[in-house]
């Protein structure tokens, strides 16, 4: 855009009334607005139109600035299928934090148990995952990502579900964030069950690692903003996979790693055709 036309207007308008999340910066003599998400383009590019017609009149008025506790819920309110996986997440911790072994049974994938549940579900003492989803629960193949054992454990994967999560959903929706962490949980579950036999395991790590990867490759084929992550990022987080695979945390804790890489993996793997399929409707959109 020209730049002499004063912008200002629009941005605050953009920003106050429409929360569309935008950069305006000068390059090679003009001004150039970056958009979080590129399906809001054709709203910014009518304003636009309707601003410099003269038919879009804006006033700037100084508004009451909100209170951070409405701030934080207006941030919660943008992501709520990333704070319920938060929550759940929390239940989960609280169910193995106060030995409600009752209920974290009924997470676990696979576990060796004699108790009257077993009985009268007719299960053996050493019930694999093939066994429950003989027996109709399928619930299985996602609830572990839910179980965290400790604080540290639980804060470390909460932190980085809310910040990989909440691109996902803000930049695609609802479904598709679910989407892409219930397969990578089913895969990264599957694995580490079939690596570690009957071991009691849990967490969100498999689901952070196949969301980091899903947000590296997706970047590479159609680069987004919204996904951008610093290289520091990347470099940090494989190191801690290369260090639990060599067993240097075993001392803290035992770790899924098979669940870390195999979650990796496919989030690298399903980012491929999301990307390709968002970088076509892209083009599609703007050659209309």
């Known amino acids: 855009m020209p730049i002499n036309v004063n912008l200002h207007p629009l941005s605050v308008y953009w920003w106050q009334e429409k929360s569309i999340n935008h950069k305006i910066f000068e390059q090679a003599g003009q001004q150039v607005i970056m958009l979080e998400d590129s399906s809001q383009r054709a709203d910014i590019e009518r304003d636009y139109r309707a601003y410099i017609n003269g038919d879009l009149a804006l006033n700037l008025e100084k508004k009451d600035r909100p209170s951070s506790l409405y701030s934080i819920f207006q941030v919660l309110s943008h992501s709520p299928y990333t704070l319920l996986l938060i929550i759940l997440s929390c239940i989960g911790f609280l169910l193995v934090e106060f030995q409600l072994n009752y209920w974290v049974d009924l997470f676990r994938i696979q576990l060796i148990d004699n108790s009257q549940l077993s009985r009268a579900l007719n299960l053996s003492d050493r019930i694999s995952p093939a066994e429950f989803l003989d027996h109709g629960q399928y619930w299985r193949l996602v609830t572990p990502i839910f179980l965290h054992f400790g604080w540290v454990h639980l804060v470390f994967n909460m932190l980085w579900l809310w910040e990989l999560g909440r691109r996902l959903e803000r930049q695609f929706g609802a479904v598709h964030l679910l989407s892409v962490v219930f397969f990578i949980a089913v895969l990264s579950n599957l694995y580490q069950a079939a690596s570690t036999p009957y071991a009691f395991f849990g967490g969100m790590s498999g689901v952070i690692y196949g969301l980091l990867g899903y947000c590296g490759v997706f970047n590479l084929i159609n680069p987004h903003k919204a996904f951008v ?56 959109t703007e050659a209309v």
């Open 229 to 284: 992550l610093p290289p520091s990022v990347y470099i940090l987080m494989l190191l801690s996979l290369v260090i639990g695979w060599l067993g240097l945390f075993e001392f803290l804790a035992r770790m899924a790693n098979t669940a870390h890489l195999s979650g990796l993996l496919w989030g690298c793997f399903i980012a491929v055709p999301s990307a390709l399929l968002s970088r076509f409707l892209d083009k599609k």
